[in-house]
């Protein structure tokens, strides 16, 4: 079935890069995604790529697929202190009207 | 550009009631789907409305029903409150043909007590 599991915290120090990781199961997987949520807020969708693609990068963004191992990965240039938020990845399901979640990586940033 | 709207914000709702959420989609998406996120996880598919049809429909029991309107705005709605049902209810909205972009709205954070 479809599954997507994240490391659940990630600390960095302002200025720094952030890594944060993310595996799925599904390989037919068209889209996948990261979303960022704040304390008490929604989901803002952040970036996607498609599955035929290795890697995105839209300003300090940097998104890597590797379809083969089913790892996305979403790198943070200049981590800072509003970068702190809980990362969600998640997979469009197969037919295409559904996101799958993970539970989510807590991204800490200190100054 | 108004993005996905919800309404309320927050509601407190008593166990073996009923209550309808409110949702109205980013201008010009026609694709309507709600998510519950409780309380240390991430969200999970409810069901999706496209012309004001159910087209796609997660794990959730039937006390969790729906409905879309012309306008393309949409309803949730939960009977018989569980405690469980405690969480935060989002809707995300997209068109049929930009499937992969899909917004969500603020959410409405429900307690059953």
């Known amino acids: 079935g479809e599954d997507v599991e994240q490391s659940l915290f990630l600390s960095v120090r302002e200025g720094d890069s952030s890594v944060i990781n993310c595996t799925y199961t599904d390989s037919s997987s068209t889209y996948l995604y990261w979303y960022k949520q704040e304390p008490g807020a929604g989901l803002q969708l952040l970036t996607y790529i498609f599955s035929n693609m290795d890697m995105k990068q839209d300003q300090r963004l940097t998104v890597l697929l590797n379809k083969k191992d089913k790892h996305l990965s979403l790198r943070i240039a200049d981590t800072q202190t509003g970068d702190s938020a809980i990362y969600f990845c998640?997979?469009?399901?197969?037919?295409?009207?559904?996101?799958?979640f993970g539970k989510g990586t807590t991204l800490s940033v200190s100054s | 550009d108004a993005g996905v709207t919800q309404s309320p914000t927050h509601l407190i709702k008593t166990r073996g009631q009923q209550v309808t959420l409110r949702c109205s989609p980013k201008s010009g998406h026609d694709t309507v789907s709600w998510y519950q996120q409780a309380l240390g996880q991430g969200p999970q598919f409810i069901f999706q409305?496209?012309?004001?049809?159910?087209?796609q429909r997660g794990n959730f029991p039937d006390r969790f029903s729906g409905h879309q309107f012309p306008n393309y705005s949409s309803e949730l709605n939960v009977n018989a409150l569980l405690l469980g049902d405690s969480a935060l209810y989002l809707c995300?909205?997209?068109?049929?043909?930009?499937?992969?972009?899909?917004?969500f709205g603020p959410g409405t954070r429900l307690t059953v007590t």
């Open positions: 998640a997979e469009l399901n197969q037919a295409g009207t559904a996101l799958i």
């Open positions: 409305y496209y012309e004001e049809e159910e087209r």
């Open positions: 995300a909205s997209r068109t049929g043909t930009r499937i992969y972009e899909q917004y």
